[in-house]
């Protein structure tokens, strides 16, 4: 019998507790011996206990298709996602649970100005295993994002996995301070993980609050990027917090002013953006949309820059990048955006303004 049972039957074998005014003076003396306050108890604890279980308990068995870059879009059958275009894998996006994350560098102080070896190890939430395989989501299974603390510094880079689970990479960062690390991955047949780690470097000498970003907003909505140049726009203008946003980028040649067509792929598309609120709390990760604008939405086969299979050495993009993101609260944010051209990577740094809804 479980607890549960025992106390019901305790409660149904109790005798109506009668109080008048000669009780009233020993019931405080009285009532944690009384039967009934034991019976309440044990009842108490049965359903705490059964309520924490289930919390902790995973719905590992909860499993579909998924969009690693939209986890929000489900389907019961293998497909792509009809806002990038990506392939479904298959998870547990109804786990909501964060995997265990040990960061470690040797040395055990990062020196800013040399690599250090930092090393990554990746634990199962429910049983604490290490997780050995990953999905490959955008031609890598670990998108690794190191940010400074006054948002001035931006890497984005790959560990390698060992045979033991173990990523690892060197790294190495410009200055002494405070970084964000944020670690991107998919554990296979898990949910995505975007995890954040702090890193405090070797002769950091000031404090957090002065040190904090102070972002200001763009003036101009045109930037060059040695041979790149880009018009920046947003849809809507400005981006509402809440709500699906659109970063979108007109690329022309820097020397010639002529638009571009042939950006080369990154990462499995013909771009990459990273978008980081001002207090490094908020982030976005996207790569460009897959799907050709202008589609009806009752259409059975959409149509993809990117075809199924295609050659991605071979394809060429351009003028036109479009990324979606939802900023989930109004502030000032910094995107990183990434384009691959004439075998060089091409970062544009832009700031704006989330509007409250």
Same mark, same amino acid.
């Given at each position: 019998m479980?607890?549960? =049972?025992r106390?019901?039957?305790?409660m149904?074998?109790?005798?109506?507790?009668?109080?008048?005014?000669?009780?009233?003076?020993?019931?405080?003396?009285?009532?944690?011996?009384?039967?009934?306050?034991?019976?309440?108890?044990?009842?108490?604890?049965?359903?705490l206990?059964?309520?924490?279980?289930?919390?902790q308990?995973a719905p590992?068995?909860? !499993?579909?298709?998924?969009?690693?870059?939209h986890?929000d879009?489900?389907?019961d059958?293998? $497909?792509?996602?009809?806002?990038?275009?990506?392939?479904?894998?298959?998870?547990?996006?109804?786990? +909501?649970r964060?995997?265990?994350l #040990?960061? !470690?560098t040797?040395?055990?102080? /990062?020196?800013?100005?040399?690599?250090a070896?930092?090393?990554?190890?990746?634990s199962? %939430?429910?049983?604490?295993?290490r &997780?050995?395989?990953?999905?490959t989501v955008?031609?890598?299974q670990?998108?690794?994002f190191?940010?400074?603390?006054?948002?001035? *510094?931006?890497?984005? &880079?790959? %560990?390698e996995?060992?045979?033991?689970? !173990?990523?690892?990479?060197?790294?190495?960062v410009?200055?002494?301070?405070?970084?964000?690390?944020?670690?991107?991955?998919?554990?296979?047949?898990?949910?995505?993980?975007?995890?954040?780690?702090?890193l405090?470097t =070797?002769?950091y000498? $000031?404090?957090?609050?002065?040190?904090?970003?102070?972002?200001?907003?763009?003036?101009?909505?045109?930037?060059?990027?040695?041979?790149l140049?880009?018009?920046?726009?947003?849809?809507? =203008? @400005?981006?509402?917090?809440?709500?699906?946003? *659109?970063?979108?980028?007109?690329?022309?040649d820097?020397?010639?002013?002529?638009? +571009?067509?042939?950006?080369?792929?990154?990462?499995?598309?013909? $771009?990459?953006t990273h &978008?980081?609120?001002?207090?490094?709390? #908020?982030?976005?990760h996207? *790569?460009?949309?897959? &799907?050709? @604008?202008g589609g009806q939405?009752? #259409?059975?086969? @959409?149509?993809?820059?990117? %075809?199924p $299979?295609a050659?991605?050495?071979?394809?060429?993009?351009? @003028?036109?990048?479009i990324?979606?993101?939802?900023? %989930?609260?109004?502030?000032?944010?910094?995107?990183?955006?990434q384009?691959?051209?004439?075998?060089?990577v091409?970062t544009?740094?832009?700031?704006? #303004? /989330?509007?409250?809804?």
């Amino acid at each position: 019998m479980n607890c549960l =049972a025992r106390a019901q039957v305790r409660m149904r074998a109790m005798q109506r507790a009668r109080i008048d005014s000669r009780w009233r003076s020993r019931v405080c003396a009285s009532r944690f011996a009384h039967p009934a306050f034991a019976a309440i108890v044990t009842l108490t604890l049965c359903l705490l206990v059964t309520l924490f279980v289930q919390a902790q308990q995973a719905p590992d068995g909860e !499993t579909a298709f998924v969009c690693p870059m939209h986890p929000d879009y489900t389907l019961d059958i293998a $497909g792509s996602c009809p806002r990038c275009g990506m392939a479904l894998v298959r998870g547990a996006p109804f786990d +909501v649970r964060d995997y265990g994350l #040990e960061l !470690t560098t040797v040395p055990a102080v /990062v020196q800013p100005g040399k690599p250090a070896r930092w090393q990554f190890h990746i634990s199962h %939430p429910g049983t604490g295993e290490r &997780i050995l395989k990953f999905e490959t989501v955008h031609e890598r299974q670990f998108h690794l994002f190191v940010i400074s603390q006054d948002m001035t *510094h931006f890497q984005h &880079i790959h %560990p390698e996995l060992q045979p033991d689970g !173990t990523w690892v990479m060197d790294v190495m960062v410009p200055k002494a301070g405070y970084y964000k690390v944020l670690s991107d991955f998919l554990p296979a047949g898990g949910a995505s993980q975007f995890i954040a780690r702090p890193l405090v470097t =070797a002769g950091y000498k $000031g404090n957090f609050a002065d040190d904090s970003a102070r972002l200001t907003i763009d003036t101009t909505n045109t930037q060059t990027v040695d041979d790149l140049t880009a018009k920046v726009s947003y849809d809507p =203008a @400005p981006f509402i917090a809440g709500l699906y946003g *659109h970063l979108q980028f007109d690329l022309t040649d820097t020397a010639t002013g002529q638009p +571009v067509a042939d950006l080369q792929t990154y990462l499995g598309a013909f $771009g990459h953006t990273h &978008i980081m609120s001002e207090d490094l709390n #908020e982030y976005v990760h996207s *790569h460009s949309l897959d &799907i050709v @604008p202008g589609g009806q939405d009752d #259409e059975d086969v @959409p149509q993809f820059l990117i %075809p199924p $299979g295609a050659d991605l050495e071979k394809l060429r993009g351009g @003028p036109r990048v479009i990324f979606d993101g939802l900023m %989930p609260k109004p502030g000032r944010y910094r995107a990183w955006t990434q384009f691959r051209r004439h075998d060089k990577v091409h970062t544009f740094v832009t700031t704006f #303004e /989330v509007r409250e809804r």
